[in-house]
């Protein structure tokens, strides 16, 4: 048989994009004596749509973003730098307002991805001064916040996945956080 298309290998690539992903995903900064906190992720492929990051934010703040884009492989790992970009561009510009923050990046996304792609997203901003995270959630599991007592605290408030539809609209929740509280953003 005889064929005129080129075989390219793009093993290489493959590789350099993957190490591309795992720069996305930061390991933890020293924000203040005040938390404790790690992140893990393990995907089922070398490159996927699973991401989290910790930043550093004015005031001794901490915010932190986990997510996770619909899909597999390599089209849900554009789609998550895609949402990773537009967060951290969005936050230069929309202050302390998360739910506005949100509802930008789900625009750019919405506008910036294909009909049948999305993401789900948490994001919240813990004040180690006060023990308050704000957050909102964009359709992703609810992180749960386990109390020294063993009471649980769903963190739900927020709205769709991003992306998937173009006006979407986000709701902003908080919660008190306290010496011994543990949070939980399996998904």
């Known amino acids: 048989m005889t064929t005129n298309e080129t075989v390219v290998d793009v093993s290489q690539?493959?590789?350099l994009a993957c190490d591309v992903q795992k720069g996305f995903m930061q390991a933890p900064c020293t924000v203040s004596n005040s938390f404790d906190y790690s992140a893990r992720c393990r995907q089922v492929r070398a490159l996927g749509?699973?991401?989290?990051?910790?930043?550093a934010h004015k005031d001794d703040c901490l915010a932190l973003v986990v997510g996770d884009a619909s899909g597999k492989g390599l089209a849900a790992a554009l789609m998550i730098a895609n949402v990773q970009s537009s967060l951290r561009t969005a936050a230069l510009f929309t202050g302390d307002?998360?739910?506005a923050l949100l509802k930008v990046v789900n625009h750019q996304v919405y506008t910036s991805s294909s009909q049948?792609?999305?993401a789900t997203l948490f994001y919240g901003?813990?004040?180690?001064?006060?023990?308050?995270?704000?957050y909102v959630n964009a359709g992703h599991n609810p992180p749960v916040v386990i109390r020294r007592d063993g009471s649980m605290h769903c963190?739900?408030?927020?709205?769709?996945?991003?992306?998937?539809?173009a006006d979407s609209e986000y709701g902003e929740g908080?919660?008190?956080?306290?010496?011994?509280?543990?949070g939980d953003c399996l998904h």
């Open 155 to 165: 963190l739900e408030t927020g709205g769709a996945p991003v992306g998937l539809f």
């Open 49 to 55: 749509g699973d991401c989290y990051n910790f930043i």
């Open 116 to 118: 049948d792609r999305y």
């Open 13 to 15: 690539d493959w590789v």
């Open 125 to 134: 901003v813990c004040n180690s001064s006060t023990g308050i995270l704000r």
């Open 174 to 182: 908080s919660v008190q956080i306290e010496t011994g509280d543990f």
């Open 97 to 99: 307002d998360l739910a």
